[in-house]
Every structure is written in structure tokens, then in C-alpha cells.
């Protein structure tokens, strides 16, 4: 087994801090070296927020999974990362898979996925841990191998709460490779098999469940999706359902699935719940897609979304970033009233757009990084927004389509990294997220074009800062 040195990594983290190269991002979450993925554990304990994810410490491929973990008050300041758990023993030998985390007698619990193979033989159990401040200690399996009838891949479990009794939801597929939900009921250290929930695709990870404006959401991420026209353009997707579920026959009834991000770069979100709020963490990657980050060269890859604060509306799930972020913006801002037809932005910013579509047909808006630039259309007619990529040379390229209805206005909020790209349309109707790996430093510039003249509209630009990183 890989040796894992927790005293070594966590020096190496706290030496590579904070992180200067100009691919790496300020205000999005991320590690100094190796490869991450999906959101973790992720709970509110004690005043502070935890935030672990899924690293490979050791290079830019997915293996030697562990988590990592940092906290934050507010969103903006950080304690710095810190390994907190990784592969010790036969059960999680092959990797310390995602998991959630939650509050339990006091303490912060986790419960993971243990990842084993005996030759092509996976053997996954579902364990608890607790946090002890340092990192997290093992405890008892609660799970041992996935329910007859299933196949092995069997993960990501899911904690809620419904009606002061506790339920568990695994991502996983039938034998013959339908993907699944699988839900349990949780007693303490033993978890009783209730059912199925299903749909399609050949395999679902990271489900979470929970309640929204009274509704039931599962939000998962599904594989073997066939690409349309207007949605399912990643490899993989990740989206929801709306409904109510009836736990003790395990019939779930919902609405059609819907994606929650449309960019090129989003994958196994989690969400967790505290005082009212539902704020979810994705991951800006895609599995398989590994060529299409050039940061692989320097030693590390990937990184997560701002945290997005979710709401429920007529059956369908706005997502914004959370109102702490706007403790990011530096006090330099501009403002374009009337006309927007150029605006030269900052090295990071925030960027607030209205644009009017009266007789138009078409919208172009483009950010430009010297002669490179990504590019949006909007097609009023067909209400189809689409994001384009090929401008760029590094990176991942193409275009990505998904259906907008906006009425009077084209209504954009972007958070701008240096090679994260967040987007909300129509006040978070939908969103976007991508990375793009600009080679220019000169000064970004946005352009609105369209057929005819552009109607007055408005535009305000924020500089935005950074994370702040300390010690504990
Ligand atoms: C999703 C996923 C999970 C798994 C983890 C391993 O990206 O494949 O299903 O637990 O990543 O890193």
C-alpha cells in the first residue's frame, strides 16, 4: 500500500500556501498539489463549516484516494488544508471514497465509502468516522457489502433525517448495470436494506436527499445519459428530481430529471443544510476528461465550486452563490449604464448583466483574455443559450447548448477566477460552470454585440479579492 505520511503532506500543504501560480484560483476551493474531486463531509459543527473533499496527494490521477479538510466561519477565511483521512487498513486499502458528514452526540461524524479490490473484486463497506480536529478516526463499519441482487459498485453514502428517524442513501447499480438509489434505515451501528429507488442510466453516484420548500429532492449524479440537442453534453451528468418519497414502501413519485449546471466542468455535488439554507459544493471536473486540464503539468488539477445557496420555485431549483461571497469584492468597481458594448474587466471579477432583447435575435456576449475568449449565444427565438470554448487554446474546448427562456432581458451574473468560470442566467435559473486556462495575463475585456443596435441596458463589474488562508 502507497505510504501515507499525514505529518509530511500537511507540511507540504502549509509550505505551497498560499498557492501563486497564475492558473491557480483565488476565490474557488482547491489544493496546492495533486488531484481532487468530489465535495465531502460536508456539515456545519460547532460554529464552523467543514469542507472535505476528495485528493489524490501523490499526482493528477484518480487514485490513492483520501480527503482532505478545511473550515470557514464566513466562506472567506480558511484554516489551511490538512489530510484528513486516507486508506490504513484491508477495508479501505484501494481508497477512502466520498461520504457525507453530519453532527452526532456532540461530534462531527462522517461516513464514507471504503474502496477495495481482491483482484477484479471490489468489496466496498460503508464506515463511520469522527473528526477530532487533526483528522478523522475510523470507526465501525456500518455497511458491509452492497445488498444481494446489486452489483459492486456500491458508494457515496447520503445521511437524512426524516420524522426523528435516519435514513442512508447509496448510489449504486442492479447486477445487470441499472443505476439506482439504494435506501436504508439507520439504527446506530447497523443499517436495515429497504429498497430501490430507480430511473435510468447504468449508474448513479452521489445521491443526496432533502427537503426543499416542502418538496422531497433527490439530486444525483447519473451516468450513461445519451447527449441531446439542448442537455446531457458532459460524459456524465449531474441533476435532480422533485417529488416525495414514502419511505416505509420506498416509492418515490417525481418529476422529470433536470441537470443543475450546464457548463463543461461539474460533476458530484453535495449539498448540506443549516439554519433555513440549502447550500450545495460541486466539483469542477469530469472524470475521464483528464486531458483537458493543462494544470496537470504543474502538479495539481481541479477544484470546487463557490458555494451555491439553492431555492426551490414552481418545481424548479435556482442556485446563486452564497451572499458571503460578496465579502469578496474589493470596493473597485465599474458601471456601464446605457449601452453595453465594451466593458475592461479585473484580474478576477463579479459582473452583473441586463441586456435588453427587444427585436433582437441573437446575443453575443464574448470575454476576451488577449486573443483568446470564450463566447455566449444567446438565440431569442429558439431559447437556446449556448457556451463556446473553441476560442480557447488550452484546455477543454466545444460547445455546450441548454434551453433559456428569458423575456425582456438577458439576465447573466459571472464570478470570473483565474480559471473557474460560474455563471447564472435569468437570476440563477440556471448555471454554468467551466474552467478555461487563458496563456494571456493582458487586461480581460467583455463585448455585447448583437444584429441591431443593443436598447439600453446596464452592467456593473466588481473587482473581486481572494480567500484568506491561517493556521488553526
Ligand atoms: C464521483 C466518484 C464517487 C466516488 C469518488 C471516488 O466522482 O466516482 O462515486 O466515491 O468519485 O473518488
Redesign the pocket.
Known sequence: MQAYDKKQLDAKIASSMPVDHPWHNDFHLEMPFGLI??P?GLSFHEGKYHIFM?W?PFGVE?KH?CWSHVETTDFLHYSLPVLALWPTDEHDAN?C???CGFTEDGELKVL??C?RREGKTRIPAQRIGTWNGAEIEKGAILIEKEPAGYGS?F??PARYVKDGREYLLL?GQTADERGRALLYERHGEDAVFLGELRDFGY?W??PNMFSLAGREILLF?PQGLEAEERRYQNL?QSGYVVGELDENTCTYTHGAFEEIDFGFDF??PQVFQREGRTILYG?M?M?ERECEYPTAEYGWMHNLTMPRELTLKDGHIYSRPVREMEALRTGEMRKVEGKIEEVALYKKSEIHLKIPLNEQEKICVKLNYGKEQWCLHYDVQAHIMEIDRNAMELGGRGVRRFALRAEECLCIDAYIDKTAVELFFQDGYCAASFNVFPRSDEVQRLTVTAEHELAEGAAVVFELGGFQWSGK
Open positions: 474531486n468530489d465531502n476528495q489524490n484518480h484516494k481508497g471514497y466520498s461520504g464514507y465509502t474502496n459498485h458508494r457515496d448510489g449508474m453516484e452521489c449524479s456524465y460533476y458530484a466539483w471536473g472524470p
